[in-house]
């Protein structure tokens, strides 16, 4: 199946793996019952008894093993590249590898020539491979909430399948 939603567990304590009452690889997660502790991963499920953890609710995300904030790259491309602006890193997970890719798109000043190429290859030296995003699309501006923060969830929704 293709359900994806926050996994939940009957014990707020550290643990090492998600199982199920009776002691198996645990499967699904439940919705609405209080006492489910949140674990604030999200899981999709694979079918056949068992889930992938394929990311966080709050601004991280699972990749290659390593829990990974987002917030975290953007504000490192920002500091690497004096045209970037403002930058908004989001994951999604790509169907045919179950790999999640990152995709940043960054704000430029007017008038900058940047391009994806170039901004990879200085990424490479400076950043884990795991942290480095797979796509970049250049903005001159990015569409913006009233409160004047960038609307995440409709860049997220008009990029997330554009390749570049």
């Known amino acids: 199946g293709n359900e994806k939603g926050e996994i939940l567990c009957r014990h707020n304590a550290s643990f090492q793996q998600y199982l199920d009452k009776s002691g198996n690889n645990a499967t699904l997660w439940s919705k609405g019952n209080p006492a489910w502790y949140h674990t604030r991963d999200v899981g999709l499920n694979a079918g056949h008894g068992s889930f992938y953890v ?9 990749r290659s093993g390593f829990l990974i904030s987002l917030e975290e790259i953007e504000l490192t491309l920002q500091s690497m590249f004096k045209e970037i602006d403002r930058a908004i890193v989001f994951g999604y997970e790509d169907g045919v590898k179950l790999r999640t890719k990152l995709v940043a798109i960054c704000e430029i000043s007017d008038g900058c020539q940047i391009d994806s190429d170039s901004v990879k290859e200085i990424c490479r030296d400076k ?4 942290r480095l995003p797979d796509i970049f699309h250049f903005v001159y501006k990015m569409p913006q909430l009233p409160n004047g923060k960038p609307d995440r969830a409709l860049l997220i929704n008009n990029y997330k399948h554009i390749e570049n």
């Open 54 to 62: 394929v990311g966080r609710i709050d601004n991280c995300i699972n």
């Open 127 to 130: 950043m884990n491979k795991y």
